[in-house]
């Protein structure tokens, strides 16, 4: 059984930052691309960073110069490091495959940037 948990969130301040944290558990997780995604209330859920099984990234441009993802493959984590947070930043942060798999979506953590 496959499982994502998302720890990290929590309330910051705008221009603070967070680090995210995801723990995988059930999958070969070194083989996978792995993504951070993104829900604001009322919006659809995207894409905030990819990351490949040796560390290469792409980010969302809202998000480019902010935020880092990495991974730790002897743990089965991924990471993502926000900095310069902005308001607009307040979502739902989850991690999945890249592309997702729908039965994969655990249920994330809260970021919420405001003053």
């Known amino acids: 059984q496959v499982r994502l948990v998302e720890s990290g969130g929590g309330l910051v301040q705008p221009g603070g930052s967070l680090r995210l944290s995801c723990a995988a558990s059930g999958i070969i997780f070194s083989i996978y691309v792995m993504g951070w995604y993104r829900q604001a209330p009322g919006k659809q859920r995207e894409l905030v960073a990819r990351?490949?099984?040796?560390?290469?990234?792409i980010y969302a441009d809202s998000v480019k110069g902010r935020f880092t993802a990495s991974r730790d493959n002897a743990k089965n984590t991924v990471y993502l490091q926000m900095n310069s947070l902005k308001p607009e930043d307040t979502a739902i942060y989850y991690c999945?495959?890249?592309?997702?798999?729908?039965?994969?979506w655990g249920q994330g953590t809260q970021v919420t940037v405001s003053s």
């Open positions: 999945n495959t890249f592309p997702p798999d729908q039965e994969y």
């Open positions: 990351i490949t099984s040796a560390g290469k990234t």
